[in-house]
């Protein structure tokens, strides 16, 4: 029992109390888009941002105001498509698109790339109909031992910590 009570009042605050903390907290917008983290598994617009190959999808996504979304938790499967494909758009496409006015165009296109999940390669089936962030189809196809999304080649997968990119060699645009 004495040993309790030396336990005890040695865990003790000595008579001091506990105070709030002095660290002054401000609510930033954003979301998960803002946080800092150069350790964990990298989110979706982090992986994109970081790749040399994606800086015109990653311009589109700011112009069209859909990074936070894409940096929120998901899960996602985005279809990624490179500079290249982007550059195979008849001339002045992007320009036209990144345009403050074109914004919900943009979106749309965008959210035509974003698949609400995750969807390994295991899960896709040749003839698959995924529904899209804008409520249109895409359909995934067999091309040898590998898949095509709406025709586009399916170059390489990313995990991600908030989904999969799947890197594209065109861009879908919705019908």
């Known amino acids: ?3 309790f009570a030396t336990v005890l009042f040695s865990c003790g605050s000595g008579g001091q109390t506990e105070s709030s903390s002095d660290v ?3 609510p930033v917008d954003g979301g998960q888009a803002t946080v800092q983290d150069d350790v964990s598994q990298q989110n979706i617009v982090q992986v ?3 790749s040399k190959d994606h800086t015109t999808l990653v311009a589109a996504l700011k112009a069209a105001a859909y990074v936070d979304a894409l940096a929120n938790a998901g899960p996602f499967t985005v279809f990624a498509p490179t500079n290249a494909a982007f550059d195979a758009l ?3 496409t992007v320009d036209n698109l990144v345009k403050p006015e074109n914004q919900a165009q943009l979106r749309d296109i965008l959210e035509y790339h ?3 999940g995750v969807m390994r390669e295991n899960m896709m089936r ?3 109909k995924l529904n899209q962030a804008n409520m249109k189809n895409v359909v995934l196809a067999k091309n040898g031992d590998k898949f095509t ?3 586009a080649n399916i170059v390489a997968a990313v995990p991600c910590a908030n989904g999969i990119v799947y890197v594209i060699d065109k ?3 919705p019908e």
């Open 24 to 26: 002054a907290t401000t």
């Open 126 to 128: 040749e003839g698959q």
């Open 149 to 151: 999304v709406n025709g």
């Open 114 to 116: 974003v698949y609400i």
């Open 48 to 50: 994109a941002v970081g």
């Open 90 to 92: 008849p001339a002045g």
């Open 171 to 173: 861009v879908l645009l």
């Open 1 to 3: 029992m004495m040993v």
